[in-house]
Every structure is written in structure tokens, then in C-alpha cells.
């Protein structure tokens, strides 16, 4: 085990948003353990820097400035079974690698880049989420149900997009779970079954450590990176 614990952040850092101040704090109230993190640019990333990380954090906000390069992350944390976690933005990228390089839709595209994409695995929300807080059912005896130890929680989200539920079925009889649901049936978290761990949430739970409080999921990605 690393003296320390050395955390990829993945996206395009911007002091405004409330995500980007939070996640720092939120990597430090949840471990004990001496902690390292690195934002990583969307436009810089090179997957040979990435094993010397004990865990992959894919963070909110875009559209990112290179989607390509966020997608190439992913696989690697996936392949590579390196802890991920990736919420906003980032759950709704890690649907959209494993259609294209898991499942082979390599069409599947996200609207908010591409409004003419013939398969919009990632698409707008009737209505947009602007910091709010909302009630999501996780299935039971999912990963992350069992982090959570309940069925029921409430989280709180910022986003206008995300995954198409027109594709869900696409996933059906593969490795990646979509693991939770709101009250409208709509999913908000995915994970992979055979991976040590990696989960992806449409909501943001690194916002709870702007009330000083842990989160059991930043906590659960925090000790599968000290392995």
C-alpha cells in the first residue's frame, strides 16, 4: 500500500463549480489516509500516467473539452480494473464507453455534443436538475446498495442530461448494471459486476462534504483504492 493514496481527478477544473470546490474537501473527510490529487485536463491526458494512481475519480461538468480522451480513461480504469468512480458527467460517460467498446455501439453518442447523433445514449432531461435534491430506489443486492446498507436515499443533483432509458434495454444481459432508479423509473447510478470497483452516479455526492459531512460512497471508492 502507497504511503499515499494518489487520486486521478478527470475533467476540466473550474473554480466555479460548486462540484470542483467540493471534491477536494470531500477526498479529505473521507479517509484517514494521507492523500494526493491531481486534476487531469481533458485535453492532457496521457494513459501512461495512470497506473502510477491508486484510483480514478471522473468529475462533473461538461461538455469536457476532449471527450475522446475522458473515454480513453475509462476504458483504462475499466480494463485495467482500476477503482473508478465518476459522477455527473462522468456516470454518463462510463455508459457511453462501455456501449461503444464493450458492447460495440460504436454510433452511441451523446447529445450534448452531437445533436445529430443517430443513437443519443446520452440526451437532455425533460426537465433539468438545477441543484436539486430527489429520491432514488437502489436495486437490491447491487454494489451499491450495499455501500449505502438501504433501499431508499435522497441525493441531490445538477444536470440537464443523461442516460437515453430508450437504451437500457442495449445492456441488458452484460456486466454493467443500471443499479438504481428515481421515482419516475429514469436511471441514476450504474456499476460493473465483475469489477472490484467501479461506480458511476448521476447525482454528485462529493456536495456533502461542502456540509462537512462523509459520504458512503466517496468512502467505499476511497478504500477500494487503498486495495
Same mark, same amino acid.
Given at each position: 500500500?502507497?504511503?499515499?493514496?494518489?487520486?486521478?481527478?478527470?475533467?476540466? &477544473?473550474?473554480? +466555479?463549480?460548486?462540484?470542483? +470546490?467540493?471534491?477536494?474537501?470531500?477526498?479529505?473527510?473521507?479517509?484517514? =489516509?494521507?492523500?494526493?490529487? !491531481?486534476?487531469?485536463?481533458?485535453?492532457?491526458?496521457?494513459?501512461?500516467?495512470?497506473? +502510477? &494512481?491508486?484510483?480514478?475519480?471522473?468529475?462533473?461538468?461538461?461538455?469536457?473539452?476532449?471527450?475522446?480522451n475522458v473515454l480513453s480513461v475509462i476504458r483504462f480504469a475499466r480494463e485495467h480494473k482500476k477503482p473508478f468512480l465518476g459522477t455527473c458527467a462522468?456516470? =454518463? !460517460?462510463?455508459?457511453?464507453?462501455?456501449?461503444?467498446?464493450?458492447?460495440?455501439?460504436? +454510433?452511441?453518442?451523446?447529445?450534448e455534443v452531437d445533436l445529430e447523433t443517430s443513437m443519443p445514449l446520452i440526451s437532455a432531461l425533460v426537465c433539468r436538475l438545477n441543484h436539486e435534491q430527489h429520491g432514488v430506489i437502489l436495486k437490491a443486492n447491487s454494489k451499491i446498495q450495499g455501500v449505502y446498507d438501504q433501499r431508499e436515499i435522497t441525493e441531490e443533483f445538477n444536470c440537464g442530461f443523461g442516460v437515453n432509458p430508450k437504451y437500457l434495454n442495449l445492456f441488458a444481459e452484460s456486466d454493467l448494471l443500471f443499479s438504481s432508479v428515481d421515482h419516475h423509473g429514469d436511471p441514476k447510478s450504474l456499476e460493473l459486476q465483475s !469489477?472490484? &470497483?467501479?461506480?458511476?452516479t448521476a447525482f454528485q455526492p462529493e456536495r456533502s462534504a461542502l456540509q462537512n459531512k462523509q459520504h458512503p460512497i466517496i468512502k467505499a471508492f476511497l478504500n477500494a483504492c487503498l486495495g
Amino acid at each position: 500500500m502507497n504511503a499515499i493514496l494518489k487520486i486521478a481527478l478527470i475533467g476540466d &477544473f473550474d473554480l +466555479q463549480v460548486l462540484a470542483h +470546490q467540493a471534491i477536494p474537501k470531500a477526498l479529505k473527510l473521507n479517509t484517514s =489516509q494521507k492523500i494526493e490529487y !491531481h486534476w487531469i485536463h481533458s485535453s492532457k491526458v496521457d494513459l501512461k500516467d495512470l497506473s +502510477q &494512481f491508486d484510483g480514478i475519480w471522473c468529475v462533473p461538468k461538461s461538455p469536457y473539452d476532449n471527450m475522446e480522451n475522458v473515454l480513453s480513461v475509462i476504458r483504462f480504469a475499466r480494463e485495467h480494473k482500476k477503482p473508478f468512480l465518476g459522477t455527473c458527467a462522468g456516470y =454518463q !460517460h462510463a455508459a457511453l464507453e462501455f456501449a461503444r467498446n464493450a458492447l460495440g455501439y460504436e +454510433q452511441a453518442g451523446n447529445a450534448e455534443v452531437d445533436l445529430e447523433t443517430s443513437m443519443p445514449l446520452i440526451s437532455a432531461l425533460v426537465c433539468r436538475l438545477n441543484h436539486e435534491q430527489h429520491g432514488v430506489i437502489l436495486k437490491a443486492n447491487s454494489k451499491i446498495q450495499g455501500v449505502y446498507d438501504q433501499r431508499e436515499i435522497t441525493e441531490e443533483f445538477n444536470c440537464g442530461f443523461g442516460v437515453n432509458p430508450k437504451y437500457l434495454n442495449l445492456f441488458a444481459e452484460s456486466d454493467l448494471l443500471f443499479s438504481s432508479v428515481d421515482h419516475h423509473g429514469d436511471p441514476k447510478s450504474l456499476e460493473l459486476q465483475s !469489477h472490484p &470497483f467501479f461506480i458511476g452516479t448521476a447525482f454528485q455526492p462529493e456536495r456533502s462534504a461542502l456540509q462537512n459531512k462523509q459520504h458512503p460512497i466517496i468512502k467505499a471508492f476511497l478504500n477500494a483504492c487503498l486495495g
